[in-house]
């Protein structure tokens, strides 16, 4: 990370923590509106929330594409006689619900829980103001974000 960016990362506003917290909240819904916003007014985004906004992009339309795969491969190999059976095993134990807050209406599987613990590790982190490192991500990240000299 370059010294501006540090030092763009040490003065990071209140308003920046918590689009970039919501962004994450909301699958980067809230982070895209908040890109489309700065365009048409013509403003420009700090570092901090510029790569928050593009990171929790990134992750969610990952996730979906992984969800989309996953779907399609779960399907094919269970088209296949002798492997139907490890597929239903499967989507057996992936559909266990391990917590459940029934006053809430929510519950979680297993991969939705580690996905939940993942992005409240990095909302935290949000919230405190810094960025956090995520292998192949952050590099990809520092990457587009860098200005060409």
Request: a positive charge; glycine letters at 4%.
């Amino acid at each position: 990370m370059t010294d501006e960016n540090s030092n763009n990362i040490q003065n990071v506003m209140p308003i920046e923590k918590i689009i970039s917290f919501l962004s994450y909240a909301t699958m980067g819904i809230v982070g895209f509106i908040w890109l489309i916003i700065a365009h048409l007014l013509k403003r420009k985004i700090k570092y901090f929330l510029l790569y928050n906004i593009y990171q929790s992009l990134i992750i969610s339309i990952s996730l979906a594409i992984f969800k989309i795969l996953a779907d399609i491969l779960f399907m094919l190999i269970s088209k296949i006689h002798f492997l139907d059976f490890i597929v239903a095993v499967i989507n057996l134990v992936l559909s266990i619900k391990i917590i459940r807050f029934q006053s809430l209406g929510f519950s979680f599987n297993i991969i939705e829980l580690i996905i939940f613990i993942l992005l409240s590790y990095i909302c935290i982190g949000i919230l405190l103001g810094r960025i956090f490192y995520i292998p192949y991500l952050t590099d990809f990240m520092q990457k587009i974000l860098t200005p060409k000299k």
